[in-house]
């Protein structure tokens, strides 16, 4: 059993209901903690991971790339804002370019 796990089966074990609002921010803040260490784990798992691959030169689709970075920050870190993303289309549209491609397995 790694750390993390440990931290999230003794918050599930806590045999009272936590009743004052000071605790529940508290196991609120563990549990925001817990994630975020659980996150740059998995983030450090991929860079490592990625010290020990083959990169693969593929052409890259950059109107693609943009708008999916697009939806990700929105999903993430700005929740309750819009962004607004204008690409070219005319008189063609952006080429793609070559880029590193990396695969999951």
């Known amino acids: 059993m790694n750390p993390l796990t440990a931290i999230l089966a003794g918050l599930a074990n ?5 009743k004052e609002e000071s605790q529940k921010a508290s196991l609120l803040s563990v549990e925001a903690q817990e994630k975020w260490l659980r996150d740059l784990i998995a983030d450090l798992r991929k860079i490592s991971d990625l010290e020990t691959r083959e990169f693969e030169w593929v052409p890259v689709d950059i109107t693609a790339l943009l708008k999916g ?4 920050t929105e999903e993430e870190w700005f929740k309750d804002r819009r962004i ?7 008189p063609w549209p952006l080429p793609k370019i070559i880029g590193i491609g990396i695969y999951c397995t």
């Open 14 to 18: 806590i045999s009272e209901p936590v």
């Open 69 to 72: 970075l697009v939806i990700v």
């Open 84 to 90: 607004n993303l204008s690409i070219p289309q005319a």
